[in-house]
Protein backbone atom coordinates (compact mmCIF):
# COMPACT_ATOMS: atom_id res chain seq x y z
CA UNK A 1 0.00 0.00 0.00
CA UNK A 2 1.36 2.79 -0.87
CA UNK A 3 -0.70 5.48 0.15
CA UNK A 4 -1.71 7.60 3.40
CA UNK A 5 -2.97 5.32 5.94
CA UNK A 6 -5.52 6.70 8.85
CA UNK A 7 -7.01 4.13 11.63
CA UNK A 8 -9.16 4.15 12.98
CA UNK A 9 -11.61 4.74 10.17
CA UNK A 10 -14.60 5.51 12.65
CA UNK A 11 -14.33 6.55 16.04
CA UNK A 12 -17.14 6.75 18.51
CA UNK A 13 -16.43 8.39 22.07
CA UNK A 14 -18.50 9.70 24.93
CA UNK A 15 -17.73 13.38 25.66
CA UNK A 16 -14.90 13.69 28.50
CA UNK A 17 -13.16 10.72 27.08
CA UNK A 18 -9.42 10.93 25.24
CA UNK A 19 -8.81 9.85 21.75
CA UNK A 20 -6.08 9.58 19.73
CA UNK A 21 -5.35 9.22 15.79
CA UNK A 22 -2.68 7.41 13.86
CA UNK A 23 -1.50 8.84 10.63
CA UNK A 24 0.98 6.43 8.17
CA UNK A 25 1.88 8.95 5.23
CA UNK A 26 3.90 7.88 2.02
CA UNK A 27 7.20 6.85 3.24
CA UNK A 28 9.30 8.97 1.31
CA UNK A 29 7.26 12.11 2.16
CA UNK A 30 9.00 14.43 4.78
CA UNK A 31 5.89 16.85 5.17
CA UNK A 32 2.93 15.92 7.36
CA UNK A 33 -0.79 17.92 7.79
CA UNK A 34 -3.78 17.12 9.88
CA UNK A 35 -7.37 18.72 8.60
CA UNK A 36 -10.49 18.96 10.18
CA UNK A 37 -13.55 19.21 8.31
CA UNK A 38 -17.07 19.44 9.93
CA UNK A 39 -19.88 18.54 7.45
CA UNK A 40 -20.94 20.85 4.62
CA UNK A 41 -17.33 22.50 5.65
CA UNK A 42 -14.17 22.59 3.48
CA UNK A 43 -11.14 20.97 5.74
CA UNK A 44 -9.25 23.87 8.02
CA UNK A 45 -5.53 23.34 8.62
CA UNK A 46 -4.77 22.09 12.33
CA UNK A 47 -1.24 21.32 12.29
CA UNK A 48 2.42 20.41 10.10
CA UNK A 49 5.62 18.35 10.17
CA UNK A 50 8.44 18.75 8.60
CA UNK A 51 10.32 14.95 9.50
CA UNK A 52 9.40 15.44 13.13
CA UNK A 53 9.30 18.96 13.61
CA UNK A 54 5.81 20.44 14.17
CA UNK A 55 6.76 23.62 12.30
CA UNK A 56 3.12 25.13 12.39
CA UNK A 57 0.01 24.76 14.65
CA UNK A 58 -3.28 26.57 14.04
CA UNK A 59 -5.02 28.65 16.40
CA UNK A 60 -7.54 26.06 16.12
CA UNK A 61 -5.89 23.70 17.93
CA UNK A 62 -6.78 24.04 21.44
CA UNK A 63 -4.78 22.89 24.32
CA UNK A 64 -6.62 20.00 24.52
CA UNK A 65 -5.18 18.69 20.85
CA UNK A 66 -1.77 17.68 20.50
CA UNK A 67 0.19 16.09 17.60
CA UNK A 68 3.42 14.00 17.32
CA UNK A 69 5.38 13.29 14.66
CA UNK A 70 8.00 11.47 17.33
CA UNK A 71 10.40 9.43 14.20
CA UNK A 72 9.87 11.47 11.48
CA UNK A 73 7.33 9.46 9.61
CA UNK A 74 3.85 8.24 11.00
CA UNK A 75 2.10 10.55 13.26
CA UNK A 76 -0.67 11.00 16.35
CA UNK A 77 -2.86 13.40 16.85
CA UNK A 78 -4.69 13.30 20.45
CA UNK A 79 -7.61 14.62 21.89
CA UNK A 80 -8.05 14.93 25.54
CA UNK A 81 -11.78 15.36 27.00
CA UNK A 82 -13.40 15.11 23.71
CA UNK A 83 -16.53 17.67 23.74
CA UNK A 84 -19.35 17.39 21.43
CA UNK A 85 -17.85 20.45 18.87
CA UNK A 86 -14.64 17.77 18.15
CA UNK A 87 -17.10 15.64 16.00
CA UNK A 88 -15.83 15.69 12.15
CA UNK A 89 -13.60 13.99 9.69
CA UNK A 90 -10.12 14.51 10.77
CA UNK A 91 -7.95 14.06 7.80
CA UNK A 92 -4.08 13.56 7.16
CA UNK A 93 -2.02 14.48 4.23
CA UNK A 94 1.74 14.08 2.88
CA UNK A 95 3.73 15.49 0.29
CA UNK A 96 7.18 15.58 -0.64
CA UNK A 97 9.12 19.40 0.00
CA UNK A 98 5.25 20.56 -0.71
CA UNK A 99 4.44 19.35 -4.10
CA UNK A 100 1.89 16.46 -4.81
CA UNK A 101 -0.27 16.31 -1.72
CA UNK A 102 -1.66 13.05 -0.97
CA UNK A 103 -4.33 12.32 1.53
CA UNK A 104 -5.97 9.55 3.63
CA UNK A 105 -9.54 8.57 4.05
CA UNK A 106 -9.94 10.08 7.34
CA UNK A 107 -10.78 9.35 10.62
CA UNK A 108 -14.22 10.23 11.50
CA UNK A 109 -14.82 11.15 15.07
CA UNK A 110 -18.13 11.53 16.85
CA UNK A 111 -18.81 12.49 20.41
CA UNK A 112 -21.91 11.62 21.76
CA UNK B 1 -14.42 38.02 1.22
CA UNK B 2 -12.78 34.37 0.81
CA UNK B 3 -9.38 33.84 -0.32
CA UNK B 4 -10.24 31.24 -2.26
CA UNK B 5 -13.39 31.66 -4.55
CA UNK B 6 -15.38 29.07 -6.40
CA UNK B 7 -18.15 29.23 -8.73
CA UNK B 8 -20.45 27.76 -9.39
CA UNK B 9 -21.26 25.93 -5.46
CA UNK B 10 -23.82 23.47 -7.25
CA UNK B 11 -24.26 22.24 -10.72
CA UNK B 12 -26.17 19.92 -11.93
CA UNK B 13 -25.29 18.90 -15.78
CA UNK B 14 -26.27 15.93 -18.43
CA UNK B 15 -24.37 12.82 -18.88
CA UNK B 16 -21.67 13.81 -21.79
CA UNK B 17 -21.93 17.68 -21.42
CA UNK B 18 -18.77 19.46 -20.96
CA UNK B 19 -18.16 20.91 -17.43
CA UNK B 20 -16.34 23.67 -16.23
CA UNK B 21 -16.21 25.07 -12.42
CA UNK B 22 -13.75 28.24 -11.72
CA UNK B 23 -11.56 29.42 -8.99
CA UNK B 24 -10.34 32.82 -8.60
CA UNK B 25 -7.98 33.74 -5.21
CA UNK B 26 -6.64 36.87 -4.23
CA UNK B 27 -3.77 35.74 -2.28
CA UNK B 28 0.14 35.64 -3.49
CA UNK B 29 -0.12 31.45 -4.36
CA UNK B 30 3.56 28.72 -5.37
CA UNK B 31 0.42 26.15 -6.58
CA UNK B 32 -2.82 25.84 -7.22
CA UNK B 33 -4.59 22.30 -6.30
CA UNK B 34 -7.83 20.92 -7.50
CA UNK B 35 -9.13 18.08 -5.59
CA UNK B 36 -12.07 16.07 -5.51
CA UNK B 37 -13.89 13.87 -2.83
CA UNK B 38 -16.46 11.81 -3.08
CA UNK B 39 -19.32 11.89 -0.78
CA UNK B 40 -18.38 10.22 2.28
CA UNK B 41 -15.07 9.32 0.93
CA UNK B 42 -11.55 10.65 0.60
CA UNK B 43 -9.84 13.67 -1.00
CA UNK B 44 -8.55 13.00 -4.19
CA UNK B 45 -5.93 15.18 -5.56
CA UNK B 46 -6.35 15.64 -9.14
CA UNK B 47 -3.78 18.52 -10.23
CA UNK B 48 -1.30 20.96 -8.55
CA UNK B 49 -0.38 23.80 -11.20
CA UNK B 50 1.84 26.92 -10.99
CA UNK B 51 1.47 27.71 -14.30
CA UNK B 52 -0.38 26.80 -17.75
CA UNK B 53 -2.14 23.56 -18.15
CA UNK B 54 -2.59 20.00 -17.20
CA UNK B 55 -4.40 17.08 -18.49
CA UNK B 56 -5.23 14.31 -17.56
CA UNK B 57 -7.68 11.81 -18.70
CA UNK B 58 -11.11 14.08 -19.47
CA UNK B 59 -9.67 16.21 -16.91
CA UNK B 60 -7.71 19.32 -18.07
CA UNK B 61 -6.82 22.31 -15.32
CA UNK B 62 -5.57 25.49 -16.41
CA UNK B 63 -4.31 28.59 -14.73
CA UNK B 64 -3.61 32.59 -14.98
CA UNK B 65 -1.41 33.44 -12.96
CA UNK B 66 -1.62 37.33 -13.88
CA UNK B 67 -5.55 37.10 -13.21
CA UNK B 68 -4.96 34.97 -10.30
CA UNK B 69 -7.57 32.49 -12.00
CA UNK B 70 -8.03 29.03 -12.60
CA UNK B 71 -10.64 26.80 -13.98
CA UNK B 72 -11.51 22.75 -14.29
CA UNK B 73 -12.80 21.22 -17.14
CA UNK B 74 -14.25 17.76 -17.74
CA UNK B 75 -14.79 16.68 -21.13
CA UNK B 76 -17.98 13.93 -21.53
CA UNK B 77 -19.10 13.99 -18.09
CA UNK B 78 -19.92 11.05 -16.85
CA UNK B 79 -22.25 10.05 -13.16
CA UNK B 80 -19.30 8.41 -11.67
CA UNK B 81 -18.27 12.64 -12.23
CA UNK B 82 -20.42 13.51 -9.73
CA UNK B 83 -18.26 14.72 -6.34
CA UNK B 84 -17.28 18.25 -4.38
CA UNK B 85 -14.45 19.42 -6.63
CA UNK B 86 -12.00 21.78 -4.43
CA UNK B 87 -9.59 24.31 -5.05
CA UNK B 88 -6.84 24.94 -2.93
CA UNK B 89 -4.68 27.70 -3.20
CA UNK B 90 -0.74 26.78 -1.53
CA UNK B 91 0.57 30.03 -0.27
CA UNK B 92 4.21 30.48 0.51
CA UNK B 93 3.63 29.03 4.31
CA UNK B 94 2.80 25.77 2.97
CA UNK B 95 -0.97 26.08 3.78
CA UNK B 96 -3.55 24.94 1.62
CA UNK B 97 -6.42 27.86 1.44
CA UNK B 98 -9.39 25.94 0.54
CA UNK B 99 -12.48 27.13 -1.61
CA UNK B 100 -15.83 26.56 -0.39
CA UNK B 101 -15.95 23.25 -3.43
CA UNK B 102 -18.35 22.80 -6.32
CA UNK B 103 -21.03 20.06 -5.71
CA UNK B 104 -21.15 18.18 -9.08
CA UNK B 105 -23.90 15.78 -9.99
CA UNK B 106 -24.07 14.77 -13.27
CA UNK B 107 -27.39 12.78 -14.39
CA UNK B 108 -27.52 9.94 -16.83
Known amino acids: DTGVSQNPRHKITKRGQNVTFRCDPI?????LYWYRQTLGQGPEFLTY????????KSRLLSDRFSAERPKGSFSTLEIQRTEQGDSAMYLC??????????FGSGTRLTVV | KNEVEQSPQNLTAQEGEFITINCSYS?????LHWLQQHPGGGIVSLFM?????KKHGRLIATINIQEKHSSLHITASHPRDSAVYIC??????????WGAGTKLIIKP
Open chain 2, 27 to 31: VGISA
Open chain 2, 49 to 53: LSSGK
Open chain 1, 49 to 56: FQNEAQLE
Open chain 1, 93 to 102: ASSLAGFGYT
Open chain 1, 27 to 31: SEHNR
Open chain 2, 88 to 97: AAKDSNYQLI
